[in-house]
């Protein structure tokens, strides 16, 4: 079975600092790994995903996630935080093995907050 | 212009009553989902339809009844609401091809509370 763990219920970290928002996962093969972000009253926004290819991975609003696989970790980083990057920030994984359609598990979500 | 939205927002019921929460989008997705988020935030998987075809069915009550009329809807319908049926509920979206790896496109949610 697949399992995505964020050890952290919160993350504070004050303005202009670089973020990280960490992320475990548990897979039977290789892993598709994704982020999202969720804002108060919203529903959740793609943010980046890994697929195979390169390690550092992309995504929207100047944030990037590393994959590596010897820690079976894909932990979601910012080199400078915004007061608008606070949100509830949510890792997830999918099994490549798993059949029936795209079934995510999601982590249990990290509070950002960002501090002027 | 909205690519995913849920009707109604807010939902506030009595235990026992039977209520829908409609889902519509316009990103000509052929696959859609209902997850349901606690007062945790933890998020679950509840159903997925692809094409109007039930392909996900999580361990949930069977008193939650999903229904995909065409691919661009899917409605979900609650019978004998509990209280541990309190919660926001999540419709989502996705393309089948490259189903594996893209990306989920979520709705506002819709926040049922039943006294």
């Known amino acids: 079975a697949q399992s995505v763990a964020q050890p952290e219920d919160q993350v504070n970290v004050a303005e202009g600092n670089p973020l990280t928002v960490k992320c475990t996962y548990s897979v039977s093969g290789n892993p598709y790994l994704f982020w999202y972000v969720q804002y108060p009253n919203r529903g959740l926004q793609f943010l980046l995903k890994?697929?195979?290819?390169?390690?550092l991975v992309k995504g929207s609003y100047g944030f990037e996630a590393e994959f590596n696989k010897s820690q079976t970790s894909f932990h979601l980083k910012k080199p400078s935080a915004l007061v608008s990057d606070s949100a509830l920030y949510f890792c997830?994984?999918?099994?490549?093995?798993?059949?029936?359609?795209?079934?995510?598990?999601f982590g249990t979500g990290t509070q950002l907050k960002v501090e002027l | 212009d909205t690519a995913v939205s849920q009707t109604p927002k807010y939902l506030v019921t009595q235990m026992g009553n039977d209520k829908s929460i409609k889902c519509e989008q316009n990103l000509g997705h052929d696959t859609m989902y209902w997850y349901k988020q606690d007062s945790k935030k933890f998020l679950k998987i509840m159903f997925s339809?692809?094409?109007?075809?039930?392909?996900i069915n999580e361990t949930v009550p069977n008193r939650f009844s999903p229904k995909s009329p065409d691919k661009a809807h899917l409605n979900l319908h609650i019978n004998s609401l509990e209280l541990g049926d309190s919660a926001v509920y999540f419709c989502?979206?996705?393309?089948?091809?490259?189903?594996?790896?893209?990306?989920?496109?979520f709705g506002n949610g819709t926040r049922l509370t039943v006294t």
């Open positions: 997830a994984v999918r099994d490549k093995l798993t059949g029936g359609g795209n079934k995510l598990t």
């Open positions: 989502a979206s996705s393309t089948q091809t490259g189903a594996y790896n893209s990306p989920l496109h």
């Open positions: 339809y692809n094409n109007k075809e039930l392909i």
């Open positions: 890994y697929i195979t290819g390169d390690n």
